[in-house]
């Protein structure tokens, strides 16, 4: 076999720490395609971006760089899984790219630590990963278990796809990355009004009735879709979508049990590695899988 | 006449300006697309991404202390369908920086803000967790080096910052 | 010795620097790629500033005097020894040589020799084929052997061979034989001293304009095509109808789909806001109620009478852009902030109409190429003592101000030819 190929892997607070079933299934499913993960101890908190931002932009992009900075020393280029960490990593890399002046101060405060970040340096996101630099057809190869019985709603999220001139997604309204991606394993992709409809987490922290409303309305728009399953790649949307779904059926007097997979979950079933999904499920999966499972003829 | 709290509000929107991103606010032409794409309107009727904008621009500082920038998802919707790309979630975050001191934080979002600078993650790093991890078969990740991370911050004052500000928002907000 | 100037474009500003330039004795070749002449006015029926026939504003020094006019359908354009009009034809190269153009055209055959027909039409009675009409909405149809409009210059037929059968019918009842269903195309080299490009604007199809439901629906249409609902010689006798029929009763119009936008045309489309009053009046005299969303009104003052009759009229107006134009319930519903009172507003109507952006047709012909400046419109002057533009092919503008530029170029362009003072 040939000499895999590396990504300094950022970690992030959510995934390393909050729901690892995420780093599990990625870590296995990247290592059928030759990809190895590194990780970097000097990598601390992004920092998130929906609420940090707001308390201190200018630390928030200090930070940020400085992590960009460690894994630019790496020399390889960099994937964030976490779709916040992605968004705050490519967006201060692009800041520092447009703006000399900002540049200039934030490589005053890294060479404390002896780093110095360039704006050149290459963040990507799961999707990139799989749909630029594996490719699909590669992907396809790997298929041994066609998921043709189940139809899949893809959420994307606005943090792994916005803004377009920082994240260098496909498309800001429309994105098709993710659609085809799913499409390799043999499922079908569920047509979802309002493609980028946001999750709602973001104002947890200051408007919860609020945050829950717009949750509602999104498993609504995917309720009528007609999906087995909805497939995320942020932990965020994850959380408000899966792990808060049975508060917002309660809140709202409804019934949703629409099961939440990890994109890396969904082409772990598709590559015949139900087990490193189905030995967490109790832990991390509020929504049980067992009709998801029983449909694609793995064990409940 | 000039007034004198016309000369501080002026030299908030001088802030903004300066800021990366922040001269975006200057080709906002008020058509109120914003409004109509944004999801936090169409539920919540005080919420106006193009009345806040209009406030900045004509120097109303009030924008910063008011409670309602922290309901922006910064999902973006806003600056995606503006006809001349105002960076309009980004302006809000400007403003609620600005707001910092007055206690226009949820508190959710200063404990998460606290915790990152004392220990380099948003959230507490459990015994627990690190064990589930090491079952899981996934590498110790290690910690940064907070010191450093600190001391590049100090010309910032966060630090000083996070230890005086007193949010406003009462516990009932609190996730 | 007689000087020779080409015209490309045979638009209003077209039609009206060939025919001054032809008066002051100049040999003027005026080219155009469609079959008739008029351009986009023979889309708009009504026009302003005085709400007549678009047809009726053809050239005339008498233009704006308010008596008489000359129709464009009775105009001297087929008829002036020296104006030489070419019909479905478009430029394939320019070169300069010793200070003057060659310019190679090439003709599509129209199948109808204009020298001999005598506009019977009973070619088109007899023909069997049914097609739909480019200038009909709601599903008119047309022959394959057709006038465009009923006004358009050339007054006789042509034939669209895409849909022709060939089963020769049309040519048994042609007591003139003036059809030809063998006729090939033709190309031709012009040697001229100037050229004026008078290539205009189209309306930009808003198949994607991102939040709103154009391309899907039926009822939601640009004002190309409520001018031609509106059209009494039009396929629906001027009737304004949703797509299933119904009678509209709710009229939403959009401004600025698409214009003063840097996604789309960054410029400002200038006729639109004057177009969608004088549309609004329209249909207030139908009796049907307008609702107009608007960022800012640009009316030059000669169009103003228009903002005021729609004002005394009822027609609503809405301080706002709105984010989406979707089908709700089978019928179209505007989203939009009304920027004064600050509500945000879902408008159900029956039909929204779009007003699109006035976009440039020179940059689709790569012979002119060179002459093209920013946005694709072109400098009125291109080339010093050369090459000319005049109308919206220098940028977007309503009539009157197309007519005018298109006096004050035929003007330039004698004196630059001719000498003068």
Known sequence: MSKPRTYTYFPGCMIPYRLPHFELTAREVLKKFNVELETHSEHSCCPEPTTFTGVDFEAWVTIAARNVAVSESTGNETVALCSGCFHTLAVANHMVQEDEELKKRINKRLKKSGLEITGKHTIKNILHVLHKDIGLDVIKKQVTNPLTSLKIAPHYGCHLVRPLEATHMDHAENPQWMDDVIRTTGAEIAEIEDKMACCGAPIMPSGEDKALTITASRLDQIKASGADAIVVVCPTCYTQLETQQAKVADKFETEYNIPVLYLGELLAFSMGMTDIVTANQRRFHRVKLGALLEKIGGTP | ?175 | MTKTAVVIGAGLAGIQVAQQLTDLGIVVHLIEKESIIGGLSTHLGRVFPTGDCALCLDASTEIFDGQHRRCQYRGLVTEKKNLKLHTLTEIKSISEVDGNFKISIKSQPRHVDLDRCVVCLECIEVCDVNTPDEYGIRGGTRKAIFRPIPQGVPLAPLIDMEHCTKCGKCVDICKVNAIDLEEKESTKTIKADALILATGVEEKVPLDFPGYEYRTSEDIITHAELARLLDPAGSTNGEVTTSSGNTVSEVTMVLCVGSRDLDAAEYCSQACCTYSLKHADMLRDLGIDVTICYMDLRVPKSSEHYLTLAREKGVKFLRGKPDSVIIRNGKPMTIVEDTQSQKRMQIESDLVVLASPLSPLADQNDALAEFIGEYGFISRVAKEGRVYACGTATGPTDIPTSIAEANAIALQVYTDLEGGV
Request: contains cysteine; charged residues 25%.
């Open chain 2, 1 to 175: 006449m000039v007034k004198q709290e016309t000369m501080l509000d002026l030299e908030f929107r001088s802030w903004l300006l300066e800021q990366p991103e922040g001269e975006t606010l200057l080709r906002c032409y008020q058509c109120g697309r914003c409004t109509s794409a944004c999801p936090v309107a169409e539920i919540e009727p005080s919420f106006n991404p193009r009345l806040f904008l209009q406030k900045i621009l004509i120097g109303d500082k009030s924008i910063a202390e008011n409670q309602l920038v922290w309901n922006c998802l910064t999902c973006e919707q806003c600056e995606v369908r503006c006809p001349e790309h105002v960076k309009i979630p980004h302006i809000l975050i400007l403003a609620k920086v600005r707001g910092l001191m007055a206690g226009n934080v949820p508190l959710a979002a200063l404990d998460r803000a606290r915790t990152i600078i004392s220990e380099g993650r948003s959230l507490s790093v459990s015994s627990p967790m690190l064990k589930t991890r090491t079952k899981m078969g996934l590498p110790d990740l290690g910690t940064p080096s907070m010191d450093q991370i600190v001391a590049m911050l100090a010309d910032i004052g966060i630090v000083g910052k996070l230890e005086n500000v007193k949010s406003v928002y009462g516990d009932a907000e609190d996730e």
